[in-house]
């Protein structure tokens, strides 16, 4: 099995500040990963797949890089809407998530 | 509109069964991928099973062998028949859409909660 490790955990950051999340998975997934936004009570909404192409009408501000087993999810300039929890996941065999981060505002 | 809406949730006792249902609209259940994703109070997302449009299933180990997977093509209607249930298998049950052309779940649903507890 294909194991996702994010970090961190959560992080607390201000408004306009960059934020970056990394995802490694535990074998080579090449550039199968996707990343989520859930935020509290709510589905998780996909915002970035094949590791780096926005999903249609998410803003500009969110970005995804890396292929392998290294990846990084960046929001450019943190915005108060943001608050949520943010997952990588991988499906190079089957689909597997990584344990989530936690964005705060500061 | 393109929206799926999970029913069937609710209180269980510890090994007994419970059927979730997922209705689609907007789209055709049996042309896509159609998964199913859990998520333990608290905790993060965890993958359980899917079906391909070819109907092939996969299911996650910690529900191999208990959960089934099916669509009804007819109703255009994706189920979970979930049997000897365990307390972990509490959770959030979401059922969400993965077309062929890419591997991500690009369209959920709002979810249903099945509680095992006795």
């Known amino acids: 099995d294909i194991q996702m490790t994010q970090s961190p955990s959560s992080l607390s950051a201000s408004v306009g500040d960059r934020v970056t999340i990394t995802c490694q998975a535990s074998?080579?997934?090449?550039?199968?990963l996707n990343w989520y936004q859930q935020k509290p009570g709510k589905a998780p909404k996909l915002l970035i797949y094949d590791a780096s192409n926005l999903e249609t009408g998410v803003p500009s501000r969110f970005s995804g890089s890396g292929s392998g087993t290294d990846f990084t999810f960046t929001i450019s300039s943190l915005q108060p809407e943001d608050i949520a929890t943010y997952y990588c996941?991988?499906?190079?065999?089957?689909?597997?998530f990584g344990g989530g981060t936690k964005v705060e505002i500061k | 509109e393109v929206q799926l809406v999970e029913t069937g949730g609710g209180l269980i006792q510890p090994g007994g069964s419970l059927r979730l249902s997922c209705a689609a609209s907007g789209f055709t259940v049996s042309s896509n991928y159609m998964s199913w994703v859990r998520q333990a109070p608290g905790k993060g997302l965890e993958w359980v099973s899917v079906?391909?449009?070819?109907?092939?299933?996969y299911y996650a180990d910690s529900v191999k062998g208990r959960f089934t997977i099916s669509r009804d093509n007819s109703k255009n209607t994706l189920y979970l028949q979930m049997n000897s249930l365990r307390a972990e298998d509490t959770a959030v049950y979401y059922c969400?859409?993965?077309?062929?052309?890419?591997?991500?779940?690009?369209?959920w649903g709002q979810g249903t909660m099945v509680t095992v507890s006795s």
């Open positions: 996941q991988q499906y190079d065999n089957l689909f597997t």
């Open positions: 969400a859409r993965v077309p062929p052309e890419g591997y991500a779940f690009d369209i």
């Open positions: 079906i391909y449009s070819g109907g092939s299933t």
């Open positions: 074998q080579d997934i090449s550039n199968y």
